[in-house]
């Protein structure tokens, strides 16, 4: 069974930072394009960060500058340096792992930013 866990959420004050990370368990991990989503209260799941398997990103606008995306193959994990964080980043944080064929999703973690 595939599972994908986020870890690093938290409370942090604005202009902060925050690492979150995503271990994917019982998956081909090189073969899944890896992201992160958010969805900040009362509005619908946002694509923050992609990564490819050869590390090719791809970034919200919002985020650009701010967030970095990375991913480890030999540990199958993948992270998100989040600094300058704003007020408006509060969010679940969701990893995602997209294939060919199948895609998965974590539980989500939780970030709140305070002003």
């Known amino acids: 069974q595939v599972q994908l866990v986020e870890s690093g959420g938290g409370l942090v004050q604005a202009g902060g930072s925050l690492r979150l990370s995503c271990s994917a368990s019982?998956?081909?991990?090189?073969?899944?394009?890896m992201g992160w989503y958010r969805q900040p209260p009362g509005q619908e799941r946002e694509l923050v960060a992609t990564?490819?398997?050869?590390?090719?990103?791809n970034y919200q606008d919002t985020v650009k500058g701010r967030f970095t995306i990375s991913r480890d193959g030999t540990k199958n994990t993948m992270s998100l340096q989040m600094n300058s964080l704003k007020p408006e980043d509060t969010a679940v944080y969701y990893c995602?792992?997209?294939?060919?064929?199948?895609?998965?999703w974590g539980r989500g973690t939780q970030v709140t930013v305070s002003s």
């Open positions: 019982n998956i081909f991990f090189s073969f899944y394009v």
């Open positions: 995602n792992a997209e294939g060919t064929k199948s895609g998965y």
């Open positions: 990564i490819t398997r050869d590390s090719i990103t």
